[in-house]
């Protein structure tokens, strides 16, 4: 597989150590054409980009054939015939495990999981099967061609069961990859990275951003790596971390605290597992503050893991506790979304964005601000 | 009085005589016999006659509850579209002789448990139609106190157990309940409802296994309405003979269109149930709408296929044109009756759109027993915003 990243990655584009640029960050290289994208067209556009530079890749899901539920899938099953696109039954388990062994033989399987709420009947599969399929058998064996791919996160009306946040189960389980990308020009990069990575990656899509991010894409073949998180927004106040669609959420609580004379530096962190613990490390030694946030709820979520690796390595430095601005410990509500969803004002008026120095400080101004 | 017109296209027995004396709509219970349209075609086991008992109060009210479980579900329709339905909608119109037939069949002791198209048969059970439209619109008032919206419908003092969001999982569910049931020797059974897509999951065949090994009193019906969301069954099963599926469970394959015929089934069900343990129903049933709201229903159906089925086997037709046969009631009266049921569901939605939304407070209450004690955080952990009650 390390022939086929440098026979077909023809450009790499060198993540965001953009200065203080925003989310649409500058191409590496002046003569690549882009497009104004959405999130399901970039996401279609590296399935296509895939399945053309290996001939033994395959995605398969639910209705993946007429272009899936959310369209990522257009196109696909017309352009590389139903041998290589196919729809399957019913039954989130027997696909993922299907994936597993399609993997094993060598082969890239792109799995889609329509909902992420509905990934929990595949949940051994991964967790028993994929996670550990290399490491129990000595490295004879491993489904590492395998990515699961599902929309996750709130969409403003999905009750229970359409707007779930599961990252955090599976950052628990060492031996698969957890990506997210933050917009359609990291969606593309990320996907390319992750059908091609010799391990098992869940990517998960946040479907809030299928139709409402739009981004310039480049149009050619790209990956952007792994395990690398990038500084979107340069500040040296505080530092904040999250992924997906949250991170639109604190920019715009940066932008408020700017106005208040607070310096935010925003970090994506792009692939929670494994994470990349030197960025966000190196941030909060500069900054003092770390503020998490993420739309699951707050108990055991990822931003517990983060809170306490930066606890470790970065004690002395702290000015303040670590401040997680997350999901309630409550099941994802139906009328209640409002109330529950992390929003700016929750993320403006947690303590941790309070500097002593500047004299300033927010209020926890409760329920009433939310909105 | 007018004379009653009799249908021309029934072939079911009229009675000329008594045409003379056709009482206006009646609750006396002449029973009657009806035909089922179809024989029942049987797996493992010997089917019921095609001959149900019936009686005139039972016609009339199939009628009437079906016709109200229709305009229920159009009124939802248009709801939605006003945006105020949010989130998910299901609809089950063309689908009600499946719900009726099994009501008739059964008491309030006997539980149902069902996937996310449950509106009619939360109707069925006995809830109200106030209920139905504040649940639909997340009101105080509704059925799960505004908080589990269209999918989520429950009715515990009829034995409704909902009204569930994840795809085939209330099979093992409802296995359990009939688990429960037979313990308890309440001579009671469970009947747990899944569509032809998700016949599919590993789950079900494990609780069929389950029932089967410990004589369980559960009832796996099948409504087959020929689509799993968009995929056609077809498609995704090599055996859409859903009803052979159970292997050594019998199974019976239903019209589910035909109240009369769903009616003998599940009594015949029940029967077996209480003495041999578990029973697949396949009905053969179809759903005019799209799988949800987001769907228009066309783009994996034709319209011609959708617009044939409700002109060959709609079940309020036929209800309606056996009751027309059977003189129990003119076009005129079943119009006023229509009528009526609009007028019902129009005040129903009025009421629940004064409904005010449930309290903020509600965000927290129930996630665990009350009184359990345990918080929940605010924003950032440093304040507790609610004990758990």
């Known amino acids: ?371 | 009085m007018a004379l009653s017109r009799l249908s021309s296209r029934s072939n079911i027995i009229s009675r000329p005589l008594s045409a003379a004396f056709r009482r206006s709509i009646s609750t006396d219970t002449t029973p009657i016999t009806i035909e089922t349209s179809l024989p029942f075609t049987a797996h493992l086991c010997d089917p019921p006659s095609r001959s149900v008992e019936s009686s005139t109060q039972e016609l009339l009210s199939f009628f009437r509850t079906m016709a109200l479980m229709r305009r229920m579900e159009i009124a939802a329709d248009s709801l939605y579209k006003a945006k105020l339905i949010r989130g998910f909608c299901h609809l089950y119109d063309g689908q009600e002789a499946v719900a009726i037939g099994m009501e008739a069949a059964i008491t309030k002791k006997d539980a149902i448990i069902t996937a996310y198209r449950d509106h009619c048969i939360f109707l069925g059970r006995g809830g109200s139609l106030y209920e139905v439209f504040a649940e639909l619109m997340g009101r105080q008032d509704g059925c799960s106190r505004g908080k589990g919206g269209s999918m989520h419908f429950y009715k515990k003092d009829s034995s409704f157990y909902g009204g569930h969001g994840i795809v085939g999982a209330q099979v093992p569910l409802g296995c359990g309940i009939a688990f429960a049931q037979k313990y308890s020797k309440e001579e009671a059974v469970t009947f747990a409802m899944y569509g032809d897509g998700a016949a599919n999951q590993g789950q079900l065949f494990e609780a069929l296994n389950i029932s089967a090994l410990w004589d369980l009193p559960s009832i796996l019906v099948c409504e087959n309405n020929h689509y799993g969301m968009g995929t056609a069954e077809w498609r995704a099963a090599k055996s859409p003979s859903y009803y052979k599926r159970g292997d050594y469970v019998p199974g019976l394959k239903v019209d589910g269109m035909d109240a009369f015929a769903v009616k003998q089934a599940c009594k015949f069900a029940k029967e077996h149930a209480l003495k041999n343990g578990p029973i697949i129903l396949e009905m053969d049933t179809y759903r005019y709408h799209g799988h949800s709201m987001s769907d228009p229903g066309s783009t994996y159906r034709t319209r011609d296929e959708i617009s044939g089925v409700r002109q060959e086997r709609d079940p309020i037709e036929r209800i309606k044109k056996l009751v027309l046969s059977h003189d129990l009631a003119t076009e005129k009266e079943l119009k006023d009756m229509e009528k009526e049921i609009r007028k019902e569901v129009d005040d129903a939605i009025a009421k629940a759109k004064d409904c005010p939304m449930p309290e903020p407070s509600e965000l927290f209450t129930n996630v665990y027993v009350k009184g359990f004690g345990t918080e929940s955080f605010g924003a950032d952990r440093k304040e507790v915003k609610a004990a758990l009650p």
């Not at chain 1, 009306?157 to 990252?167: I, L, V």
Request: proline share 6%.
């Open chain 1, 1 to 371: 597989m390390a022939s086929l990243l440098g026979r077909f990655c023809r450009k790499l584009v060198v993540p965001g150590s953009a200065h203080g640029s925003r989310m649409t960050s500058t191409t590496a290289c002046g003569s690549e054409t882009v497009k104004s994208l959405n999130l399901y067209s970039a996401i279609n556009q590296a399935l296509h980009i895939a399945l053309e530079t290996d001939p033994r890749s395959y995605v398969f899901g639910e209705d993946v054939g007429f272009g899936g539920v959310f369209r990522c899938t257009t196109g696909l099953a017309e352009r590389f015939g139903k041998n290589r696109v196919f729809n399957t039954p019913l039954c989130e388990q027997g696909i993922v495990g299907f994936g597993i062994g399609l993997a094993a033989m060598g082969n890239r399987a792109v799995v889609e999981i329509q909902f992420a709420d509905y990934i929990y009947p595949a949940f051994d599969q991964i967790v028993n099967e994929a996670a550990k399929f290399r490491y129990r058998s000595g490295n004879q064996f491993n489904c590492g061609g395998l990515t699961i791919r599902a929309p996750y996160g709130a969409v403003g009306h999905g009750g229970h069961y359409h707007s779930q946040s599961p990252e955090a189960f599976f950052c628990h389980v060492p031996g698969i990859k957890v990506v997210i990308p933050r917009s359609p020009r990291e969606a593309k990069g990320l996907l390319l990275s992750s059908i091609r990575d010799p391990n098992p990656v869940v990517f998960f899509e946040p479907k809030w951003l299928y139709r409402q991010a739009v981004e310039e894409v480049p149009e050619h073949d790209y990956m952007i790596p792994l395990s690398q998180a990038e500084v979107i927004r340069e500040g040296s106040d505080i530092t904040l971390v999250g992924w997906g669609a949250q991170l639109t959420v604190m920019e715009q609580a940066c932008l408020d605290a700017e106005k208040e004379g607070i310096s935010c530096e925003l970090i994506d962190l792009k692939t929670l597992l494994p994470w990349d613990k030197e960025t966000v490390e190196a941030s909060v030694k500069k900054t003092g503050r770390l503020l998490i946030s993420h739309e699951a709820p707050i108990t055991g979520g990822f931003g517990a893991e983060i809170s306490a690796t930066i606890l470790e390595r970065c004690f002395l430095k702290l000015e303040a506790p670590v401040s997680r601005v997350c999901g309630l410990d409550t099941p994802f509500p139906l009328v209640f979304e409002p109330f529950y969803m992390p929003t700016k004002n929750k993320a403006s008026s947690s303590s941790s964005l309070s500097s002593p120095s500047k004299n300033t400080h927010f209020l926890i101004h409760g329920f009433s601000r939310l909105l």
